[in-house]
């Protein structure tokens, strides 16, 4: 039996994620703050469980409680393979970082960085315990590469999980657990983040006018898309070569 988690689930990438591993065979556990019906109909139609957990990643407590509790009853079923979709995350605060309230970057590094980290390590913990096969991946970025300008808090956020990748990968091969730890760089997609992206003010993000030529030259790629080339990767299990960041421009 395999079962896939992946955060963020109700809408854009990681429905489509979701959406790909039940056509693939593979049990899924949903987390968002909000539901898709939709992804009980494609369960349904394809032989495989889905469930959903609603859940602030915001929130420290209410984190570690859901997953807690997501990985006991996952882990429990003795799978043959887990695998870790940390998809959700948030672009706010969009400004210089000298005018970014310190609440708002709190929130943003808990969401992107920290949920991310102590849920992989949770299930990390698991499957060495178990010796289970356990591949997990975040959804990162171009711009953990290069800084951008009012972007301080999402640069940093995922240039951290890169090294956060790097170095829980790097620890599993010493440890010679089953385990497989990547990052997944997905590009520009037709998605609501880059609505918000395209709604920026010039004075906040300096950049704005290209992301807007992105939608109108329709350079935006489908998430459906997106998802099938993360899919195959993930469900390449012996391939995956742990630690790497793979960047969806290395195969679209």
Known sequence: MRHAVVTGVSKGLGESIAKLLMESGVHVTGVSRSTNSNLNDVASEHNV????????LGDLEATEKTFQQIGEDIFSQEPDTVYLVNNAAVLEPIDKSMNTKSADVANHIQVNTTAPMIVTNLFLKKAADQDVRFISTTITSGAAERPVYGWSAYCTSKASINMFTKTAALEQDE?????????????????EMQERIRESDRDAFRDVEQFREYKQRHMLKDTDTVSGVLVDILTDETSIENGKIYRVTDYL
Do not use: E, N, W
Request: aromatic residues 12%; charged residues 20%; glycine residues 4%.
């Open 49 to 56: 469980t889905y469930q959903h957990f609603s859940c602030d």
């Open 175 to 191: 440890l010679k657990t089953r385990s497989k730890v990547i990052a997944f760089s997905p590009g520009i997609m037709d998605t």
